[in-house]
T-cell receptor, first 111, second 113 residues
Framework: AQTVTQSQPEMSVQEAETVTLSCTYD???????LFWYKQPPSRQMILVIR??????QNATENRFSVNFQKAAKSFSLKISDSQLGDAAMYFC????????FGAGTRLTVKP | NAGVTQTPKFQVLKTGQSMTLQCAQD?????MSWYRQDPGMGLRLIHY???????DQGEVPNGYNVSRSTTEDFPLRLLSAAPSQTSVYFC????????????FGNGTRLTVT
């Protein structure tokens, strides 16, 4: 089964600065999808960004972008111009019949 | 558009009791799944379904049963609750497994004493 690893349990960033959250995964498949989800204190799970493995171009959604390194099986999330509302748990996920999640990274944004 | 609706939001059970967590979606999604969230462990897949009448086990299926009699509903049953099942439970759905993002319910916080 695929595994997803987030090696940073907690991260902190100053408001308006940039932070990168790390994610690695293990798979033997060549075509797959990767996701980042955000979970604010409200507990709601919110999709942040999606990456298709067959696309070499890194996905971008406004201030959120990914660095997808297929050979290294790495999928990091960069948040630019961090805002107080970005404070949340962030989960990396590998898409498949049974979508697998990492353990999460808690992001704190300091004013 | 209600999306994915989970009930109840909170539940306290005694060891050995049974209960059903309800999940319904109104987006005509074929794929539905149940996760549990525990501190430091992320979301772990309990069971999933790729369509009515089809279910399969995830990472942590023991102690849980599911059925999928309709496209809309995917209830999760705890037959004999144990303290180890204290967790937050999420139901999620999507159009097609794997490549579509999941739509999540708001979660159920379950405490087993």
């Amino acid at each position: 089964a695929q595994t997803v690893t987030q090696s940073q349990p907690e991260m902190s960033v100053q408001e308006a600065e940039t932070v990168t959250l790390s994610c690695t995964y293990d798979t033997s498949e060549s075509d797959y999808y990767l996701f980042w989800y955000k979970q604010p204190p409200s507990r709601q799970m919110i999709l942040v960004i999606r990456q298709e493995a067959y696309k070499q171009q890194n996905a971008t959604e406004n201030r959120f972008s990914v660095n997808f390194q297929k050979a290294a099986k790495s999928f990091s999330l960069k948040i630019s111009d961090s805002q107080l509302g970005d404070a949340a748990m962030y989960f990396c996920a590998y898409g498949g019949n049974d979508m697998r999640f990492g353990a999460g990274t808690r992001l704190t944004v300091k004013p | 558009n209600a999306g994915v609706t989970q009930t109840p939001k909170f539940q306290v059970l005694k060891t050995g009791q049974s209960m059903t967590l309800q999940c319904a979606q109104d987006m005509n999604h074929e794929y539905m799944s149940w996760y549990r969230q525990d501190p430091g462990m992320g979301l772990r897949l309990i069971h999933y379904s790729v369509g009515a009448g089809i279910t399969d086990q995830g990472e942590v299926p023991n102690g849980y049963n599911v059925s999928r009699s309709t496209t809309e509903d995917f209830p999760l049953r705890l037959l004999s609750a144990a303290p180890s099942q204290t967790s937050v439970y999420f139901c999620a759905s999507s159009y097609v497994e794997g490549d579509s993002p999941l739509h999540f319910g708001n979660g159920t916080r379950l405490t087993v004493t």
